[in-house]
T-cell receptor, first 113, second 112 residues
Framework: DAGVIQSPRHEVTEMGQEVTLRCKPISGHDYLFWYRQTMMRGLELLIYFNNNVPIDDSGMPEDRFSAKMPNASFSTLKIQPSEPRDSAVYFC???????????FGSGTRLTVV | GENVEQHPSTLSVQEGDSAVIKCTYSDSASNYFPWYKQELGKGPQLIIDIRSNVGEKKDQRIAVTLNKTAKHFSLHITETQPEDSAVYFCAASENTGNQFYFGTGTSLTVIP
């Protein structure tokens, strides 16, 4: 298995633009998680899905952030409009269990200028 | 909610020496404690975990200890090698909650 695949690896965008981050989980994993990592706040859970259904989005910072999982093999995290404070590394992780055996992707480094 | 504190934030050791990273947690209901290793440009990778019904767990050069009474757990790496250099994160969760709570990370440098 190729692991959790995220794209793009790096994204530089101007303030106000829409940004879409993509994730392909490991086949057979029915939990998918989106995390954000910054120096100031460390790793923060944004949202997680179970069987393609959003279960907890309490970590999504504000309405500018949205996430979807249209099928078991694909998820997106969208920021519209983007702001400089959204600059961070965004990780997707998948698991066959809510807590055990997370596999993280390599992340998307987002820079909003 | 849970609060996980991790120390030290940076740690340098000579190759072959041992490294110890410590974490404390606040929620006595927490019962699962994983450790993740993050290499530069990569996502965190699970390296070892422990559940609250166990006091210690070993996997080759890595061990984790848990003291439920004091609410702290530690990662021990023996005979360190340069490839152990990375950022290490502890985390805590309880199985009726919604998420892990991660520590702030320890940047370990092993000096050849």
């Amino acid at each position: 298995d190729a692991g959790v695949i995220q794209s793009p690896r790096h994204e530089v965008t101007e303030m106000g633009q829409e940004v879409t981050l993509r994730c392909k989980p490991i086949s057979g994993h029915d939990y998918l998680f989106w995390y954000r990592q910054t120096m100031m706040r460390g790793l923060e859970l944004l949202i997680y899905f179970n069987n393609n259904v959003p279960i907890d989005d309490s970590g999504m910072p504000e309405d500018r952030f949205s996430a979807k999982m249209p099928n078991a093999s694909f998820s997106t995290l969208k920021i519209q409009p983007s702001e400089p404070r959204d600059s961070a590394v965004y990780f997707c992780a998948s698991s066959s269990n809510r807590f055990y055996g997370y596999t993280f992707g390599s992340g998307t480094r987002l820079t909003v200028v | 909610g849970e609060n996980v504190e991790q120390h030290p934030s940076t740690l340098s050791v000579q190759e072959g020496d041992s490294a110890v990273i410590k974490c404390t947690y606040s929620d006595s209901a927490s019962n699962y404690f994983p450790w993740y290793k993050q290499e530069l440009g990569k996502g965190p990778q699970l390296i070892i975990d422990i559940r609250s019904n166990v006091g210690e767990k070993k996997d080759q050069r890595i061990a984790v200890t848990l003291n439920k009474t004091a609410k702290h757990f530690s990662l021990h790496i023996t005979e360190t090698q340069p490839e152990d250099s990375a950022v290490y994160f502890c985390a805590a969760s309880e199985n009726t909650g919604n998420q892990f709570y991660f520590g702030t990370g320890t940047s370990l440098t092993v000096i050849p």
